[in-house]
C-alpha cells in the first residue's frame, strides 16, 4: 500500500450524517487506526478548528479551566484525543445545552468512553459516538461491502474463485493499521507494531490507570494473543505472572478500554438450556498479535492450530469492521453449549434476524461442518437467516435451506 494514499473509510457517510444532526460526535478507536484523518478529512471540508490533547500546553490549559476552555473555541471544532481532559465532557454539555446547533464539536478519542459511565452518561442524548476500527479488507481493496447485505437478505449464489492459500496468512499478519500497511516489508510492520505497543502502554494505559508494573501488560498482552479465539479463562492469562485473578481481570478490562482485546460475549437463549456462557476473547487486532507473537506469514501458515485461531479473529474484526458502517445496528456473539454444539460467530440484526458463521482454515467442507449452524437455526426457527461455514476453498455452494460454504475472499469480493 502506498503511504500516502488516502483510503475511503466505511463510516465516513454516517460522520456525515452524525454532524447534521448531533452537536457532539464522538470517534473512538485505537490510536493509530485513522481516526484524525477521517475526522480532519471530513472537518477541514466543513471549516472545522482543530486542536490536539496529545499537545502538552492544549493539555493544561483545558485541564485548569474546562468551562473557559470550552466556552473560547470556534463555533465548529475537532477536539482529538479527548480522553487526556475527561472534564471537558461536563462543560461540553453545559455549553451544548446552551446552544443545541447541530455539528458543533467533532471530538476523537483513544479510549472507549462507554466503559466510563460517568463520562457517556454527561452527553446522553447530546453525542452520537461512532466506532472506527482498523482498516477492513474492503478497504484496504477499495471495494464495495455486500457481504452482510447477503447474509441477511439476498442469499448467495453460486460461483467459482481461488484459494486465497499462503496469501491468507499475508493478510492475517498484516493487520489493518494504515501505518504499519505503509511498511513495504513484513519485518518493517512487525517492528512498527512492536513499537506502537510500547507507546501505547507508556502513554495512554499510564494516563488511564495507575499500575505499579507496566512491563506486565506487554507480556500479558502477547499471553492473550496466543488465545485468541478461545474462551476467556483469566487463571490460564494469570499463570505465568505472580499476580491475583481479580488483577488480571482489571487488566484485562484495562486493555480493552483502549481496544487492544476485545470480548465476544456468549448468545443465550430461553430455548436452550446448557448453554455455555462464558465470552471468548479476540485480540483486536491480528496483525498486533502476529508481531507480539513473532509470527510472519509462512511460520503462521505452518501451525495450523494457531493458524485457525487467528483467522477466525480475522474473520470477526473484518465482519465487525463491515458492520460498523451497515445501515441496520449488528451484535456479534458465540455459541456454545455444554454438548459440545458450537458456532464462530452470531449475528443478530436489529435484535431481530440472526445468522451463524463459522470459519475453517481448511479448503473443503462437508455436512458436518454445520452441526452446530444447524443447532442454532432448531432454536432460532424463522430468525434465522442464514449458516455460513467460510473456508479456504473454491467454490460458493448451498449444502441446504439457508446453509452455505462460502470461500473466505468473498467477504471482501463482491458480486453476484
Request: glycine share 6%; net charge neutral.
Amino acid at each position: 500500500m502506498n503511504s500516502e494514499k488516502l483510503l475511503p473509510r466505511l463510516i465516513e457517510p454516517e460522520l456525515r450524517d452524525a454532524l447534521h444532526d448531533s452537536p457532539v460526535v464522538l470517534i473512538h478507536g485505537p490510536r493509530q487506526c485513522g481516526k484524525t484523518t477521517l475526522a480532519r478529512g471530513v472537518g477541514d471540508a466543513l471549516g472545522y478548528a482543530y486542536l490536539n490533547l496529545d499537545d502538552p500546553t492544549q493539555r493544561a490549559a483545558a485541564e485548569a479551566d474546562p468551562v473557559g476552555y470550552v466556552q473560547d473555541l470556534p463555533d465548529q471544532v475537532i477536539i482529538d484525543e479527548i480522553q487526556h481532559a475527561p472534564s471537558l465532557f461536563s462543560a461540553i454539555k453545559t455549553e451544548v445545552d446552551r446552544n443545541r446547533r447541530s455539528g458543533r464539536f467533532l471530538l476523537t478519542g483513544s479510549a472507549n468512553v462507554l466503559l466510563l459511565p460517568k463520562l457517556a452518561d454527561s452527553l446522553a442524548g447530546r453525542m452520537e459516538i461512532i466506532r472506527l476500527f482498523p482498516l477492513a479488507q474492503v478497504e484496504i481493496e477499495c471495494r464495495r461491502a455486500d457481504f452482510l447485505d447477503r447474509l441477511f437478505a439476498t442469499g448467495f449464489s453460486s460461483r467459482q474463485t481461488s484459494r486465497l492459500g499462503p496469501e491468507l496468512a499475508e493478510r492475517i499478519v498484516s493487520g489493518g493499521y494504515p501505518s504499519a500497511l505503509s511498511r513495504t516489508t513484513a519485518s518493517r510492520r512487525a517492528r512498527w507494531y512492536r513499537n506502537y505497543l510500547d507507546a501505547m502502554v507508556q502513554r495512554d494505559v499510564r494516563d488511564l490507570a495507575r499500575i505499579a508494573s507496566l512491563d506486565v501488560l506487554p507480556r500479558l498482552l502477547e499471553v492473550a494473543a496466543g488465545q485468541t479465539a478461545r474462551l476467556i479463562n483469566v487463571s490460564d492469562l494469570a499463570s505465568p505472572f505472580q499476580l491475583s485473578r481479580p488483577t488480571i481481570r482489571d487488566y484485562i478490562t484495562l486493555l480493552e478500554r483502549v481496544f487492544l482485546i476485545d470480548e465476544l460475549p456468549a448468545w443465550h437463549s430461553n430455548r436452550l438450556s446448557r448453554l455455555v456462557k462464558t465470552a471468548k476473547l479476540h485480540i483486536g487486532d491480528t496483525g498486533l498479535a502476529s508481531a507480539l507473537l513473532g509470527l510472519d506469514a509462512e511460520s503462521l501458515y505452518r501451525d495450523r492450530a494457531l493458524y485457525g485461531q487467528m483467522l477466525e479473529s480475522f474473520v470477526f474484526h473484518e465482519l465487525r469492521r463491515q458492520a460498523g458502517a451497515h445501515s441496520a445496528a449488528i451484535r456479534f456473539h458465540h455459541f456454545r453449549d455444554k454438548d459440545g454444539y458450537e458456532v464462530d460467530l452470531v449475528l443478530e440484526r436489529s435484535g431481530q434476524r440472526l445468522a451463524g458463521i463459522e470459519v475453517k482454515a481448511a479448503a473443503s467442507v462437508s455436512r458436518a461442518d454445520f452441526r452446530g449452524l444447524r443447532k442454532l437455526a432448531t432454536a432460532t426457527g424463522e430468525r434465522f437467516a442464514a449458516g455460513v461455514v467460510l473456508y479456504d476453498g473454491e467454490s460458493t455452494i448451498r449444502f441446504d435451506d439457508r446453509m452455505f460454504a462460502i470461500p473466505i475472499r468473498r467477504l471482501w469480493e463482491p458480486g453476484a
